[in-house]
């Protein structure tokens, strides 16, 4: 079988990055399957900056082809944040819950029209010898005032998904995996993938 090592110690996006290469019939490796990976520093400035520091530094240590994944939720009535600091927004501990908590807390009072955000994920993938590839996928939403939902991981239970009339913790994987940022990144590497290996031939 195939397989795909991904540079991340997020069982949320790991359970997610293995059901979408399932489909494809190919087995997803995280972080959580090498506990002596380094820990890698996110001192980018971007999510694609800190996306390619995920994937070259695994890259480089195990001398595989690897990918990142630098993702983060975008608020319009909080100038952008919390970015490229969602996982840690309310302290280093990364507590998923207590994000939210500021997050609802900061917008108190913000009415429905000025909820605006969208998640942002960008994928680097870093082969050993080749110039790395970054790719971008978003999902648009806002904010709801409340939890609504419990599946997913992060913010998914204070994100409305535009259009679908439900949060992202009320859809299931497959909902979800169809729609969602992450997902919306991958189409987008496997184009550049594709269009890649057609003029190689
Ligand atoms: O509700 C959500 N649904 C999503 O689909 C999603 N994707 C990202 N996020 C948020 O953004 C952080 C990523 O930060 P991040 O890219 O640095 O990852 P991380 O630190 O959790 O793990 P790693 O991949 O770095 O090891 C996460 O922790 C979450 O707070 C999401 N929230
Ligand atoms: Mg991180």
Redesign the pocket.
């Known amino acids: 079988m195939k397989e795909v090592i991904i540079?991340?110690?997020?069982p949320?996006?790991a359970k997610?990055f293995e059901a979408i290469f399932a489909e494809r019939g190919i087995q997803v490796l995280t972080?959580l399957d090498f506990p002596d990976a380094p820990d890698?520093e996110?001192t980018g400035t971007t999510?694609a900056e800190?996306?390619i520091l995920?994937a070259e530094t695994i890259s480089q240590k195990l001398k595989k082809a690897v990918i990142?994944?630098?993702?983060?939720?975008i608020i319009d009535a909080l100038d952008g944040r919390?970015g490229?600091f969602?996982?840690?927004?309310a302290g280093e501990q990364?507590n998923?819950d207590a994000?939210i908590d500021k997050v609802l807390s900061e917008l108190k009072g913000v009415p429905e029209d000025k909820r605006t955000a969208r998640?942002f994920?960008a994928l680097a993938m870093a082969v050993p010898g080749k110039e790395t590839i970054t790719v971008e996928g978003t999902c648009e939403g806002r904010i709801l005032e409340e939890r609504r939902g419990t599946n997913?991981?992060?913010?998914?239970?204070v994100?409305y998904v535009q259009g679908l009339g439900c949060s992202?913790?009320e859809l299931s994987k497959d909902e979800?995996n169809a729609i969602?940022?992450?997902a919306n990144a991958l189409k987008a590497l496997e184009r550049v993938l594709n269009s890649a290996e057609a003029a190689e031939r």
């Open positions: 540079a991340t110690k997020n949320g996006k997610e972080l890698v996110e999510f800190n996306a995920k990142g994944d630098d993702s983060g939720l919390p490229i969602s996982a840690r927004y990364k998923d994000n998640f994920c997913g991981f992060g913010y998914d239970p994100f992202m913790a979800k969602s940022h992450r």
